[in-house]
């Protein structure tokens, strides 16, 4: 049973930084998509970032270009986000997913439990 934990939410600051990570257990992701989204109160499951786990590319929602790192670390079947410059909007749940198609919700075969990141202004 394939298990992807996150772990690194919190609470801080507007302006403020964290940092996320997913571990996953069990087997490889090779020809994956790692990605992360996130979901507001009230609102629908959005993409954040992805990265192939193959090539090291990595996509990003326009929204957290230029704030938000993805990175992947192959030999500990792990995958990071660091998130610089917090603003009020990034508050959300943060959930770690892979799948064949990187951004897509629907094409994501295994999830994490989700992350809470509070931003207070």
């Known amino acids: 049973q394939v298990q992807l934990v996150e772990s690194g939410g919190g609470l801080v600051q507007a302006g403020g930084a964290l940092r996320f990570s997913c571990a996953a257990s069990?087997?490889?992701?090779?020809?994956?998509?790692m990605n992360w989204f996130r979901q507001a109160p009230g609102k629908e499951r959005e993409f954040v970032a992805a990265?192939?786990?193959?090539?090291?590319?990595?996509f990003y929602a326009d929204s957290v270009k230029g704030r938000f790192t993805i990175s992947r670390v192959n030999a500990e079947n792990t995958v990071n986000l660091q998130m610089n410059s917090l603003k009020p909007e990034d508050e959300a749940v943060y959930y770690c997913?892979?799948?064949?198609?990187?951004?897509?919700?629907?094409?994501?075969?295994?999830w994490g439990k989700g992350t809470l990141v509070t931003v207070s202004s």
């Open positions: 990265v192939s786990w193959s090539s090291g590319n990595t």
């Open positions: 069990a087997r490889t992701f090779s020809g994956y998509s």
């Open positions: 997913a892979a799948g064949r198609i990187h951004g897509w919700e629907k094409a994501m075969d295994y």
